[in-house]
């Protein structure tokens, strides 16, 4: 992202470092997972792990129960910051209140649904039937929890507070692998380990109100003086709580379906190719996450050609970092399976190529809907989402009947590629497009081109590693070496490479 200004807003250099911070709460318990997960995995089995994962899934599909007011918070507290603390301290107080009421309707339904859960939907061996039922009912705990601490991490980030944010989720994030890992291998049950995360989910959220009430200068926590601001907050929020909620649910819905048909063993193999793949995802997330309130500031404050000429350099820099790892993932899946996970894994080698590609489109497609949403267009992501689930639930069924975990992963990548499209066509129409940028278009040819040649070496290391193995290494290192130096001296500006060399070296101190 250039230096240059976001009327309204920071410059991008500060969007780049929070985008780095951002990465950073999300990179490092990635890496830790990298380790843990296998751990967790050899202590579980594939049918306790599968349990497991589908209490993640729950865990993070929980955001269909905020009403797209996570969203709205980002939105409306980025807007709040240059109006005083009173409008301030209304919005996050609507928003925490809200949300954790929300938070509870959604743990009671849970709890009640239990033993029609673990019981009807999901095919779940008999053995493991009443520890099943225990876990769900504990995690049903977690979801006011859940949805508190989702309320309070977006209004520091829409206040661009995300040093604050970060230093918040890295704990969290970290106790969701870390405890696992060591609860099963020392051979604690689900349950345990959900009640132990509990622990410290309620601990955060303690540290994270006193945080917020301090940085932010909002006072005692109490309910709103008036339920106007939560109003205003609906009227925005109504079309976001339908992405909201059919977002999660649509994201998840590729494993619950695993679940139910191939049964928790199957979804063990599955959710350890989704989680390889997905990995990758906290790129874009990060970048999504670092402009939101940046671009809801902008339009805000009538800078919206700026922010599209933002979003496309963007979209460029996204694409030049997210193309080698998706193209080294889908190269070395069955064997990155096996190493990670153990050899069983890698029957698993074609559901993780096929979700490959799904991860680069979905990412790229992070980039036109957070610009719908900086632009007060949240109804044409939940109109997308709509049409969507039409044709993506029975098509994931079908497929997952016919094809098993590759028809899951088949789904899950045609869905991220209609994302990509659709957001694409709808933020052009309802926003334009930036102005024609001779030198922007010419650093996006580099950039296919340059992909291009990078796809091409990767095929003949393929080739040339029936014959030497240690040849292909060579040739993938050395083509990984000339895109990078090609990437930095021709896809990026001289204003990119500058911003983000200032950041390497100095992400943790203050933007000039």
Not at 9 to 21: D, K, Y
Not at 172 to 201: C, D, E, F, N, T
């Amino acid at each position: 992202m250039s230096s240059e200004q976001l009327p309204g807003s920071a410059s991008s250099r500060t969007v780049a470092r929070n985008g780095a911070l951002y990465f950073m709460s999300l990179g490092l318990p990635a890496i830790t997972a990298l380790f843990l997960v296998p751990v967790t995995v050899r202590a579980l089995g594939p049918a306790r792990f599968g349990l497991l994962a589908l209490a993640w899934a729950v865990a993070e599909g929980s955001g269909m129960f905020d009403f797209g007011l996570g969203r709205a918070t980002v939105r409306f507290v980025a807007d709040a910051t240059a109006k005083g603390k009173e409008r301030l301290r209304e919005i996050i107080l609507a928003s925490v209140s809200s949300q954790t009421g929300a938070g509870l309707l959604a743990g009671v339904l849970l709890f009640a649904l239990t033993p029609f859960l673990v019981e009807r939907v999901f095919s779940i061996a008999p053995d493991v039937l009443p520890e099943a039922r225990s876990m769900f009912r504990v995690l049903a705990m977690h979801l006011p929890v859940l949805l508190a601490a989702s309320a309070l991490r977006s209004a520091l980030e829409g206040a661009q507070r995300f040093d604050i944010s970060a230093a918040l989720r890295i704990p969290g994030s970290m106790a969701s692998v870390v405890v696992p890992a060591a609860l099963a291998y020392a051979g604690y049950s689900l349950s345990a380990i959900m009640w132990s995360l509990l622990a410290v989910r309620v601990t955060l959220v303690i540290i994270s109100a006193f945080a917020v009430s301090n940085t932010l200068g909002i006072g005692p926590w109490r309910f709103p003086a008036s339920w106007s601001t939560l109003v205003e907050m609906l009227r925005y929020s109504g079309w976001v709580a339908v992405s909201t909620a059919l977002g999660p649910l649509l994201g998840s819905f590729d494993r619950f379906t695993v679940g139910a048909v191939v049964g928790v063993a199957g979804l063990g193999l599955y959710t350890g190719a989704a989680e390889s793949a997905t990995r990758f995802l906290l790129i874009p997330i990060t970048a999504f996450s670092a402009l939101l309130p940046a671009l809801a500031a902008a339009d805000a404050g009538g800078g919206r050609g700026r922010a599209l000429v933002v979003t496309r350099a963007a979209r460029r820099q996204l694409a030049t970092l997210l193309f080698p790892l998706c193209l080294t993932l889908f190269t070395f899946a069955p064997q990155i399976l096996s190493l990670w996970l153990g050899v069983e894994f890698a029957a698993a080698g074609t559901a993780l190529r096929i979700l490959t590609l799904g991860v680069f489109f979905n990412g790229l497609a992070h980039l036109p809907l957070a610009l719908l949403y900086g632009s007060n267009r949240p109804d044409l992501p939940a109109k997308i989402n709509v049409v969507q689930a039409v044709f993506y639930v029975p098509l994931t069924v079908v497929l997952v009947k016919s094809l098993g975990i590759a028809g899951a992963a088949v789904a899950w990548t045609a869905r991220s590629a209609a994302d990509l499209v659709l957001y694409e066509i709808a933020s052009r129409r309802a926003i334009g497009s930036p102005a024609g940028d001779s030198d922007e278009e010419s650093r996006t040819h580099r950039l296919t081109m340059t992909s291009a040649a990078l796809a091409v070496v990767f095929l003949g290391a393929i080739w040339l590693g029936r014959s030497s193995l240690p040849g292909a290494f060579a040739t993938i290192a050395a083509g990984l070496a000339a895109y990078a130096l090609l990437g930095w001296t021709q896809v990026l500006s001289a204003a990119e490479r500058l911003a983000w060399s200032t950041l390497v070296f100095r992400v943790g101190g203050k933007t000039q």
